[in-house]
């Protein structure tokens, strides 16, 4: 029953179904792929091995665009054009006190 006596409440649930065209477990899996793929898209990978480099680990940048893992940098030969420290994703967002 709904609150204040009268009707029963409506099932939402049941009604959304139909209308969506897709199970919840269906549903559930699709928004997590999205989420996911969403933070993927955000972070630097090694271009040789697909890992992503751990906070405090240096990638290098080469002259062709390549961007390469401490572990993946002997493959390559030459010196890098620079190389750059992984920062956590919250650099920068940190509370500062201020003078008073």
Request: glycine share 12%; hydrophobic share 35%.
């Amino acid at each position: 029953m709904a609150a204040g006596g009268g009707r029963p409440a409506p099932n939402v649930s049941g009604m959304l179904r139909p209308l969506l065209g897709i199970s919840e477990p269906d549903l559930e899996r699709e928004l997590l792929r999205k989420s996911v793929g969403a933070l993927a898209a955000g972070r630097t990978t090694c271009d040789d091995c697909g890992r992503t480099p751990l906070v405090g680990e240096h990638v290098h940048l080469f002259g062709d665009g390549a961007v390469v893992c401490e572990l993946c940098r002997s493959r390559h030969r030459g010196a890098p054009e620079r190389s750059e420290l992984m920062l956590h994703s919250e650099h920068g967002h940190t509370v500062k006190p201020r003078a008073a």
